[in-house]
């Protein structure tokens, strides 16, 4: 997947730079639950059909073995796609996800979510509906110590992520895409961590389009978490 995305970028439109900042909250609670809610800012920073967007994500995570964890979300968002296109989405949520090596250094996981989303245009009142799963390699590497479980630490992430509409074209930001993410982050304490994350996407606005869109996105994340790790088993992040 990461080879088809770098092969296909000079031949498809001029890239486009994204910033996206996002805060998120996180407790847990009866040893194997994590709550978590988003709150995210994203922006075009081109001039070329500009865009801004406000989202909410609230998502529940179990995890009843250390290789294994389940989630439900619904997010929200706003988007001001173009003075006279400007949408809602809700979605629902529900995933699992794996995670191959619990008590390594090196934490590789499998993530695989279905979400159910309405999309909803402010100006004509047009409601779609449309399905999509999404399937995520995810890596995150300690680098100046032996375990992930550790409350002070940096941290290297990478992770290849593909979104398929199941059922129908939407005409919309994105329907299709795929993403290539690295970044480092740091724990300063197990409440506080901090990301910088870059990630190459391609999209499509539709099953037949032939000529996808290339962002670079710049992600800028605070996370606080409120109970100590001890308390709960669940990863978290599940948000976006």
Known sequence: MVA???SHTTAAQDPNTQLWMDGILGRSFASYYMAECELSYQTLISEHDRW????ISPSLEVSPTAHWSFMAGLPYSYTIQRTDLNT???RLQLGGKYNFTPFKRAQLRLNARYELRR???EESAAVER???????AELVLPLDVRSYDSDTMWYGIADAEVFITMDQDVSERFANRMRVRTGLGRKFSYNWRAELIYTLQRSRDALSDDDPSTD??????????FTPRSR???AGDNAN
């Open 119 to 121: 999309m909803r245009n």
């Open 232 to 234: 709960s088993n669940a």
């Open 88 to 90: 809602a989405e809700l």
């Open 52 to 55: 801004e967007s406000l989202n």
């Open 4 to 6: 088809f995305i770098l």
């Open 216 to 225: 670079n996105i710049i992600r800028l994340r605070l996370k606080y978490y």
């Open 130 to 136: 449309a399905q999509r799963t999404r399937l995520r």
